[in-house]
C-alpha cells in the first residue's frame, strides 16, 4: 500500500471517541490525531487573548501567531507558544472554546493542513466531527461513534467526579446539548457521519466492545483491498 491507511472516527461528544481512538491506534501501532485537542488549543488561545470571536481577521491573525505542540511534556500534553495548557484544553470552558471556534470557517481552513501532516507511518487513526466527511475522504474506514445524550453526560459526569471535580448532572446534559446542536447545525463541516461510515451505537457497550468491533472492520476492510 503506497498511501498510509487512515482510521477515522467521528462522533458526538462524549461517545468515547477519544479513548476508543487511542486504543485502537496503540493496538495497530498507527500515529492519533485528536483533532478536538487542536480546536481546543485554538479556543483556549481566543480566550486568553480575548479574540472577538465574530472577528474573522483576529481569528486568521491569531492562527499566524499561534505554535501548537503535542506531546512534547509528555504523553496528552498540549503546548500553546511553549505553554502548557494541557489542563485548560482538557476542561469545560476548553471544549465549549472549540465547538464557538470550530464554527468559523477561517479557523477551520487555518487547521486543515495541520490535520493532512499527521497521516504519516504505517497508518492513522483520526478522531473528531469531520474526518471522514472533509480531512480524510479516502479514509479506508469510516467510523461514526454515537450514544445517547443522557448516558454521554452521565459518562462525563462520573470523569468529572472521579478526577475531584464538582459538577452538575443537569448542566452537563444542557450543555452537551448545546453542543451537539453547535456541532451538527454549523454550515462548514457539520457534524454528520461520511456516506460510507459505520456507524457504533455505544450506549449500553463497554469500550473494549467497540474497540474490538473497530478492529474486525479494520481487518475485512484490510483484506478486502489486498484482493483488489
Ligand atoms: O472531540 P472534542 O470533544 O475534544 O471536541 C471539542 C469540540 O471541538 C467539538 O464539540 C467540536 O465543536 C470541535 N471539533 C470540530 N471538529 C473536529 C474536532 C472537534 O469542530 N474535527
Redesign the pocket.
Known amino acids: 500500500m503506497s498511501i498510509t491507511p487512515v482510521i477515522t472516527i ?1 462522533g458526538h ?2 461517545s468515547g ?2 479513548t476508543i481512538s487511542a486504543r485502537v491506534a496503540e493496538h495497530l501501532g498507527f500515529r492519533l490525531l ?7 488549543a485554538l ?1 483556549i488561545a481566543a480566550y486568553n487573548l480575548k479574540i472577538d470571536l465574530n472577528e474573522s481577521i483576529q481569528i486568521t491573525e491569531l492562527m499566524k501567531n499561534i505554535e501548537i505542540k503535542f506531546g512534547a511534556n509528555g504523553p496528552g500534553t498540549v503546548l500553546l507558544n511553549g505553554e502548557d495548557i494541557t489542563l485548560m484544553v482538557r476542561s469545560e470552558l ?2 465549549k472554546m ?6 468559523i470557517p477561517e479557523a ?1 481552513k487555518a487547521l486543515f493542513d495541520m ?1 493532512l501532516a499527521f497521516r504519516d507511518g504505517p497508518g492513522l487513526v483520526a ?5 471522514g466527511t472533509v ?1 480524510f475522504p479516502d479514509a479506508l474506514l469510516k467510523i461514526f461513534l454515537t450514544a445517547s445524550v443522557q448516558e454521554r453526560a452521565e459518562r462525563r459526569y462520573k470523569q468529572l467526579i472521579d478526577k475531584g471535580i464538582d459538577a452538575i448532572l443537569p448542566d452537563l446534559l444542557r450543555d452537551l446539548k448545546e ?1 451537539d446542536k ?2 451538527m447545525e ?1 454550515i462548514v ?1 457539520p ?1 454528520k457521519p461520511a456516506e460510507e461510515a459505520v456507524t457504533i451505537d455505544s450506549t449500553d457497550l463497554s469500550i473494549q466492545t467497540v474497540v474490538d468491533q473497530v478492529l474486525s472492520l479494520f481487518s475485512t476492510v484490510i483484506k478486502k483491498s489486498l484482493q483488489r
Open positions: 467521528d461528544s462524549g471517541k477519544g485528536d483533532s478536538g485537542a487542536l480546536y481546543r479556543g476548553g471544549g472549540a465547538s464557538k471556534i470550530g464554527a477551520r490535520q478522531d473528531g466531527r469531520d474526518m480531512i453542543r453547535r456541532d454549523r463541516s457534524l
